[in-house]
């Protein structure tokens, strides 16, 4: 297995610019997120799946959107970049689990996006 | 709601001392806790979680926690520092929200571990 693959790794984007970051993971896991690292600040959630077809936003959703048509990618979508976007992006995936306790989130390796 | 305090920016250990991160959290229901590690340049790697079966969790590489719900607190610990202990450290909460979180954990603010020779 794979795991949790995202690309890019790097990306420098111009304000205003579109850009989408890819993510997929061949686990067949219910749950995927897309989190941002930035310093001092860990990771925050950006936007989070349940399954194919559904989505909900997390603690930092504005300028991003997300889609999820199959269970294995999970697309994050920046409309129109802003320097305030610059930072590490990470997505994660995880089962449902037993309905009684969590299951363990897997991490792709990170997307570092720089907005000039 | 659920939020993760996490003391102690960056902590700085000798090889062969013990290690110490600490974690506080609050969270309006049962929480799930969890303690992440990340290499640089690399993703998270999950280290060790608590779900109520057990208060003194063990993890991988010699690390374990323990949950202290009259504290609020998870904090982390290895008695003896290897140098390849340095990273950053994330403590994480997720709602027990009707037994399932949806994946959706809040992290604390990270805590880098530096060991010295």
């Known amino acids: 297995n794979a795991g949790v693959t995202q690309t890019p790794k790097f990306q420098v984007l111009k304000t205003g610019q579109s850009m989408t970051l890819q993510c997929a993971q061949d686990m067949n896991h219910e749950y995927m997120s897309w989190y941002r690292q930035d310093p001092g600040m860990g990771l925050r959630l950006i936007h989070y799946s349940v399954g194919a077809g559904i989505t909900d936003q997390g603690e930092v959703p504005n300028g991003y959107n997300v889609s999820r048509s199959t269970t294995e990618d999970f697309p994050l979508r920046l409309l129109s970049a802003a320097p305030s976007q610059t930072s590490v992006y990470f997505c994660?995936?995880?089962?449902?689990?037993?309905?009684?306790?969590?299951?363990?989130?897997?991490f792709g390796p990170g997307t570092r996006l720089t907005v000039t | 709601a659920q939020s993760v305090t996490q003391l102690g920016s960056h902590v700085s250990v000798s090889e062969g001392a013990l290690v110490l991160l600490r974690c506080n959290y609050s969270?309006?229901?049962?929480?799930?806790l969890f303690w992440y590690v990340q290499y640089p340049n690399q993703g998270l790697q999950l280290l060790l979680k608590y779900t109520s079966a057990a208060t003194l969790v063990k993890g991988i590489n010699g690390f374990e926690a323990e949950f202290k719900k009259s504290e609020t607190s998870f904090h982390l610990t290895k008695p003896s520092a290897h140098m390849s202990d340095a990273a950053e450290y994330f403590c994480?909460?997720?709602?027990?929200?009707?037994?399932?979180?949806?994946?959706?954990?809040?992290f604390g603010q990270g805590t880098i571990l530096t060991v010295h020779p």
């Open positions: 994480a909460v997720s709602a027990n929200a009707g037994g399932t979180s949806y994946g959706k954990l809040t």
């Open positions: 969270s309006s229901v049962p929480p799930y």
């Open positions: 994660a995936s995880s089962y449902a689990g037993t309905g009684r306790e969590p299951d363990e989130q897997y």
